[in-house]
């Protein structure tokens, strides 16, 4: 499964997410900020930080301008000179190519952004996907005074088919942007919205309906991590093209 026919006609984008290893202190954003330099008209939302599960590895994630050009930048020499920076004796760099609904997916990012990752059969189909795609995801359904999030989740379809438990399955992605981990087990535990539209009076915690309609829907499984995220404001030219 390629990016989805809305993915195509709203002309988002696609974002690129490279899983890497650098073992412990700051990460040397000269890694992927020099290869990428040239390319930087190119590409949105640049963002890196390290996995709180595992903090030995870390995401850059990039917004790039259309598939074309992020095809015509594999087969450059920068980059196999990101893919050569990233890589160790312990790790080969791993990426994933994901469609968000959205262009700018990194608006809101946070010190506590959770990546969630949904499992779905490779039969799942297309009204089942606009099902996935419309459902309530971990938000306030009205922003309270005291928000848990900055900005409203982003969502997208992952490329191609990816394995869970050795299954071959395909994958959704949400980024939810917590303020903070507190506040993100506050949510966890107080937010509540009705069981359904027409069950007046009776409420449940948000999470646990969320994942109920996950189930509802065919999910076969799902797990997160949390980063802690850095604009690279170096390469993030196409905003500034756009906007000159």
Known sequence: MSSPEWAVRAKVGISVWTKFRVNSGPIDDSLFITPLWPWKDHIFCPFYGRIAESPQ???????????EIYDQFKASPQYQELMANLRTD????????????????GQGFTSNTEILTVYWPTTISPETQNAVQTMQSLSHRMRPRTS????????GWMDGIQ??????VLATMWCNKWLSKELEEEFRRTDKRPVSPDAAGQYALSVDLFERDLKALGAV???SVHVDFERAREINGYIRRQAS
């Open 221 to 223: 499984g799902w797990e």
């Open 57 to 67: 590895h870390c995401l850059l994630a990039t917004g790039w301008e259309s598939r």
């Open 163 to 168: 394995t869970w438990n050795g299954e071959n």
């Open 90 to 105: 312990a790790m080969e760099p791993v990426t994933k190519t994901i469609a968000f609904t959205k262009r700018i997916f």
């Open 148 to 155: 848990c999030h900055g900005h409203w989740p982003s969502f």
